[in-house]
């Protein structure tokens, strides 16, 4: 059997030039063989590669870059694998799609392992300062045993991370040194005598002060730091004390640890003590909405506006927010849409002065745009804060009858969404057992662009009223 000796340095450029001189000259992977120095069979007959020849070679890029990691594999049949792999590559264009061939697999899995090798290289090295401190480039080493031969492939990694000093990763195998900006390596290197670092010792101490014993999973953590890199990690010195000390200090942990309910009791609980509506004393009311800061809308309204009108009124009428105008004034219904609700009211015969107005949200949502405010309905969330305050506003006045202007306010009166075409001019039980009359915003009616459809819209309001009039005066 031929066998060519590929140098354990430059092994990926040495492999490559003479298996590309082999499949040139024709020699078929059963007819040569390749080897490390002092490797081999003692009956081999060693040749030196044959020249690569002037007939091009095309591999798929999937191959070059499969062959440029496996090269640094420990296995010693490396070599004539990816050798066989290149010579069926010459007839079968789509063998590197085949997963389920073996040798491609074979060679995948090597790749991996020098993959994962290369990882644990860039996580597990520990340099110690083995230079003048104070000089300008500080000298540094590090012991290290990795499974591949992956210190060539992965010296410039630490050459671009730490170029400003000089430094030697030394192994069984290949040594890197990197002095003076220059990248070298050799091989067989002794083990160097390293000094004690105090750094160390810090870095052991936070190493235990972040080990979480709560989520300690020893399988998961040996995986990500096999045992046999610990010998060379300070901080792995601690881990078998802190593996042994997990069950107690994680049952101490549960123990100090404050008893929290579920979140949605939690929930509850907060909604229970901060009840469910104001009920302080009458003259207290406007004080106390006044200083409301249940949700954010308080930090960018100018005034929390409050309900308007005799606290004994039968009718009730709730609006979605205050608007521009009403947050400057501090009172509802004073801006556009408010005189179109006058205008109803007029129309429909109901007395302004002997009906309570108010709205679903006390403070105006809106957003900046130059020198204008825009009006911004409110969410959710929102409205169900202000329910503190309508619902201590219903138990106060008392109505027998309430109408709810928009969806914002029927949300918030009945409980219940849905569209406004379909529950216009209904009658709905409201959450406080008072019956809410459902109609138009009147900022919807300014906001229709046909004049049919607003004359219609502002009829519809104006008969809503006329309604919910008769009906509390029943």
């Given at each position: 059997m031929k066998r060519i000796v590929v140098p354990r340095l430059g092994a990926d450029k040495a492999w490559r030039e003479a298996a590309r001189g082999c499949l040139a000259a024709g020699i078929a992977p059963d007819e040569v063989t390749f080897s490390e120095a002092g490797a081999g069979g003692l009956f081999d007959e060693v040749i030196a590669p044959p020249s690569g020849g002037t007939r091009a070679i095309n591999v798929p890029k999937s191959f070059i870059s499969l062959a440029e990691t496996v090269v640094w594999h420990s296995d010693a049949d490396r070599f004539d694998r990816l050798y066989a792999c290149l010579w069926r590559?010459?007839?079968?264009?789509?063998?590197?799609?085949?997963r389920a061939d073996p040798l491609v697999q074979s060679l995948r899995r090597m790749e991996k392992n020098v993959h994962r090798c290369q990882h644990k290289m860039k996580a597990?090295?520990?340099?110690?300062?083995?230079?003048?401190?104070?000089?300008?480039?500080?000298?540094?080493?590090?012991?290290?045993?990795?499974?591949?031969?992956?210190?060539?492939?992965t010296a410039q990694f630490f050459a671009n991370r730490f170029g400003d000093m000089d430094w030697r990763i030394v192994t069984p195998d290949v040594s890197a040194f990197f002095e003076g900006g220059k990248l070298s390596f050799a091989l067989d290197m002794p083990r160097p005598e390293m000094p004690e670092d105090a750094h160390e010792d810090l870095w052991t101490t936070y190493f235990c002060n972040i080990f979480n014993p709560a989520r300690l999973k020893v399988n998961a953590m040996t995986s990500e730091m096999p045992k046999k890199y610990w010998k060379n990690l300070p901080e792995a010195a601690?881990?078998?004390?802190?593996?042994?000390?997990?069950p107690t200090r994680a049952r101490e942990m549960a123990e100090a640890a404050p008893?929290?309910?579920?979140?949605?009791?939690?929930?509850?609980?907060?909604?229970?003590e901060r009840g469910t509506h104001w009920d302080g004393p009458s003259?207290?009311?406007?004080?106390?909405l006044a200083?409301?800061?249940?949700?954010?809308?308080?930090?960018?309204a100018t005034q929390v506006v409050p309900g308007i009108g005799p606290e004994a009124a039968d009718l009730m009428i709730v609006g979605e927010q205050p608007g521009d105008r009403e947050d400057l004034e501090g009172v509802p219904f004073v801006g556009p849409a408010g005189q179109v609700l006058t205008q109803a009211m007029a129309t429909a015969g109901v007395s302004r002065e002997g009906v309570y107005m108010t709205n679903a949200v006390k403070h105006y949502k809106h957003i900046?745009?130059?020198?204008?405010?825009?009006?911004?309905?409110?969410?959710?969330?929102?409205?169900?804060?202000?329910?503190?305050?309508?619902?201590?506003?219903?138990?106060?006045?008392?109505?027998k009858m309430i109408v709810a202007?928009?969806?914002?306010?029927?949300?918030?009166?009945?409980?219940?969404?849905?569209?406004?075409?379909?529950?216009?001019?209904?009658?709905?039980?409201g959450r406080l057992g008072v019956p809410v009359l459902i109609t138009y915003h009147p900022a919807y009616v300014l906001r229709l662009r046909d004049q049919a459809a607003q004359d219609a819209a502002r009829a519809a309001l104006s008969a809503d009223l006329a309604t919910a009039w008769k009906q509390q005066a029943a």
């Open positions: 590559l010459q007839k079968q264009r789509g063998l590197m799609q085949d597990f090295v520990r340099f110690r300062e083995i230079g003048d401190p104070a000089a300008a480039r500080r000298s540094f080493a590090a012991w290290f045993e990795p499974t591949h031969h992956t210190v060539e492939p601690s881990i078998p004390g802190l593996i042994a000390q997990a008893t929290l309910p579920p979140l949605r009791a939690a929930r509850v609980q907060e909604a229970a003259e207290g009311f406007a004080a106390a200083g409301c800061q249940r949700c954010h809308l308080c930090h960018h900046v745009r130059g020198k204008r405010r825009i009006h911004q309905s409110p969410n959710r969330d929102e409205i169900q804060h202000c329910q503190f305050w309508l619902d201590a506003e219903v138990g106060r006045v008392k109505p202007l928009g969806a914002t306010a029927a949300l918030s009166l009945t409980g219940r969404n849905g569209p406004m075409k379909t529950r216009r001019g209904t009658v709905e039980p």
